[in-house]
């Protein structure tokens, strides 16, 4: 069966450029780039070619570049890091619509006993800045703000909120998972501190990723063992994913105004047409200020994760902040924060791009979301206006 | 992605007796859009009682779907008395069993069918009262809800609890009050049992009785007061009231396990089998 693959948020898939550059790295060039001999020296010097085409892309020194297992893990050694080196300081600012390596480590740390600080967002997904200057104390290790959300997009004024956070003499991470290799991003004229990229959302294979580390930080390790990557992270190098996140850089960096611009071109029809054809939906998040990959829209009366299966019966990936799909019953807590109402983030969908998305694929979505949101409304006792209407009246009479 | 049996597939993808009956003689409406999914049930009865005509219309997940398709099948044909007989873990069972996470998707559509019943004989058209207090907020589920989850399935956690009836699923801030109902519920089955047995005193116990008594209560009541010390018993064998056991974890090592053999142990198995029993410590 035909595979569109509408989930690049999740993960994406790994260019064949990419595979092609890691393969020697399994069987002929597997030194360990720590050992003495010349067989693993040469294996060193390509890591740091790999180093130097990541920072590249995102406008760093290669020695900020600290190579991990994933975004969850560059997540944790960041705040962990600032932490431990900061131990004095027991607050940390966040916010309420972090994925969950930032957020559900904000959870984790009350528990520890540190004070921690969400802040809010409005209906478009958008900070207000002012109540960020006001929650960063004296005693405020480190500010955690994504860069760009990965449910609906959205992108946050980073730049502003550095400054913010440098004014309150604060440091600043930011987990841009979502934003490294769709969007440009210049760190060597940046208020950011500490930044958090994955590999397998741009293209490299999954359990690689990196952590830029501002010279100058004061950061203590998060995993301790070996000298690996100038005592910033212990254990051997994972060579032919590093290798491959490299090149995966050097792609984007190539690319990412080209890509951008189609994949947003493709995204807004997309988004446009489904609009059009389905009544009762709406776009979650800020319009302009978004990835352009990215759209998430609810459809009123129907679930989410009965979308999904539908979609899937047709060879359509995407994802829903349903609270079915989850894992638990807890809905998108992303949307929840956005003040979505409850009827929306159940029937909420993602459809996230690539650069390997065509024209096709989205004329294959605007063709078959449609009808399947129909047939699910004509099995919903909410499908009817008059419904709605009464729901509606319930919630006046319930004061809700 | 989740595991849906080969039966749930079959029923979302076609979904039997969808729509609406005109002049229903009975009608079941549970759940609502906030919480994410809800079960209109309509029902056509003959002269003789039996249910002819059965519609369904939900707002809901796939397994939401299709076990309201599911119980629409099992209950055609049958009479009322016959089709309120039908529970939860029928409709599971009818679709080769559901996720555990899923298992409050079935428990709406037996709700569906009792609210249904209900509005047959009149007693209520809208949805059941429930006088209890709404304990979650994010689902609206009331203690008595919850109660009656607890005691039908034995359920022991918050976890099992918001799987069968969704409550704990959304803030989380219910949880304490959920743990303390679980807790009342088992509580009160406790004590309802010890009150049977002191009114039927003269009932001898078998030795095999007596056994399966003494290893339940040191499951039940002993090991997780050690447990959540660090230490554990083992038992090792019993021979007519003497009961033989060996510390494990930090018990073993516990200068005051001595104490712990004769007021824990012995005092609980005493408490629960019989006032007899004469606990040793014994090497494994």
Redesign the interface.
Known sequence: MKVVYADNNATTKVAPEVVEAMLPYFTEYYGNPSSMHSFGGQVAKKIDVARQQVAELVGADPAEVVFSSCGTESDNAAIWGILRANPRKRHIVTTRVEHPAVYNLGKYLVQCGYHVTELGVDSNGMLNLDELSDAIREDTAIVSIMYANNETGVIFPIEEIGQIVKGKGSILHTDAVQAVGKIPLNLSKSTIDLLTLSGHKLHAPKGVGALFVRKGITFAPFIIGGHQEKNRRGGTENVPSIIGLGRACELARNYINEESTKMKQLRDRLEEEILKKAPDARLNGHKMQRLPNTTNLSFE??????IL??LN?KGICASSG????S?????SHVLRAMGVP??AV?GSVRLSLSRYNTIEDVHYIIEQLPPIIRRLR??????SREMKMK?QA?RVVAG? | M?DYSEKVKDH??H?RN?GEIENPDAVG?VG?????????LMLKLDTSGRIVDVKF??????S??ASASALTEIIKGKTLDEAGKITDNDIAKYLDGLPE??MHCSVMGREALEAAIASYHGLKIEKPVDEGVIVCKC?GVTDNKIMHEVREHKLTTIEQV?NYC?AG????SCHPKIQAIINEVWQKEKEKAMIEMVRSPVKKLTNIQKMKLIQETIERDIRPTLQSDGGDVELIDIDGDRVMVSFRGSCAECPSSKVTLKSTVEAKLREFVTDTVIVEEVAS
């Open positions: 009366f129907v679930e989410g994760e009965a299966l539908l019966e349903s609270a079915c799909t894992g638990s019953l807890e809905p409850f009827t159940h004509e099995i919903s006792p909410y499908g729901e319930a809700m | 989740w979302f993808f979904p969808v409406e609502s859009l906030a919480c994410g999914d809800a079960l209109k219309k939900t707002f809901g997940c796939g939401a779907i996470q899923k689902f918001t969704k699923g959304g803030c989380g």
